[in-house]
């Protein structure tokens, strides 16, 4: 039993499709959650700052009682992880290994499809972890910076004009390379989920690296006897480092529900 909260974070909004999952995986766990909306997006930026702002991101987490934090990012996840967890002590989780660990399981054919922000894509982290667990297997990977502000402007639904548009272009290399499982690594694509799914067929496995990642720090609690198990559900508390009012009108797209007014805004930059 450990009543600290798992601290979560990401460069915005996205992260909360994580929470989501943690919530309905573990509803007794208290969470604090910085999503970095003053800074958004980090997909686009050098390795450089990502990590300067991801230690600035963490930096803040610590400020709770934390047991574990997990960076919901897969931008940051895929370029900063190493720095973060060498940097703080306690387990610091990130989405590339357990999304791997999903598509490994998944994949029949060992063709897997990759798909993520540019510095994601660039970063190579996916491909040498599902390589290091499938030395056999065929990633064809691909950035999608545009699916970001189409989800953030509450564009991701199937039939939708836009979004199937952007869905072939992106998704058509990853179609024709005939996998049959691919990772949505990204915090926002999760949302498209349909979308991608309706393009590709039944045959293809949906990966969604949050979800996967919730698996392993569920896990991890349970073998280290470290959840809490709050029989009334766990406090949820939410911090933005752009308007608070802003962060509460759009996070139930990501969260499945509503916390207007719940939100604090934070000065990220003198931490
Ligand atoms: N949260 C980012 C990710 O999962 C997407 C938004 C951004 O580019 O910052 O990669």
New binding site residues.
């Given amino acids: 039993m450990d009543g600290r909260a798992i601290g979560v974070f ?3 909004m ?2 909360l499709t994580t929470v989501r999952e943690l919530i309905r995986r573990l509803p007794g766990e208290d969470i604090v959650y910085f999503g970095d909306t003053g800074r ?5 930026r050098g390795a450089e700052t990502i990590i300067k702002y991801a230690r600035q991101d963490v930096a803040f987490l610590r400020t709770f009682d934390l047991k574990a934090i997990v960076i ?5 996840s895929t370029t900063a992880l190493d720095v973060l967890a060498r940097e703080n002590p306690l387990p610091v989780i990130g989405v590339v290994e357990p999304a791997a660990r999903a598509a490994v399981q998944a994949t029949k054919t060992g063709r897997v499809g990759l798909v ?2 540019k ?2 894509i660039a970063s190579g982290a996916y491909e040498r972890t599902l390589r290091q667990m499938l030395p056999t297997v065929q990633v064809t990977a691909r950035a999608c910076p545009l699916f ?1 502000p189409l989800v953030e402007n509450g564009r991701y639904r199937p039939g939708d004009a836009l979004v199937d548009l952007l869905v072939e272009e992106y998704i058509a290399p990853i179609k024709a390379a005939g996998v049959d499982t691919l990772v949505l ?4 694509y999760p949302l498209l989920a349909e979308a991608i799914g309706a393009y590709l067929g039944p045959d293809v496995t949906l990966i969604s690296s949050g979800a996967a990642c919730v698996d392993t720090v569920a896990r991890l609690l349970e073998e280290g006897d470290m959840t809490c198990g709050k029989a009334d559900g766990g406090v949820h508390r939410y911090f933005a480092s752009d308007s608070a009012a802003d962060f509460g009108a759009l996070a139930s797209i990501f969260l499945g529900q509503d916390i207007q007014g719940q939100a604090q805004q934070i000065a990220i930059e003198e931490y």
């Fill in positions: 990401d460069s915005g996205g992260g958004v997006p980090y997909g686009g919901a990012c897969g931008t940051v993520g922000t510095a994601t970001v690594g990204c915090t926002h």
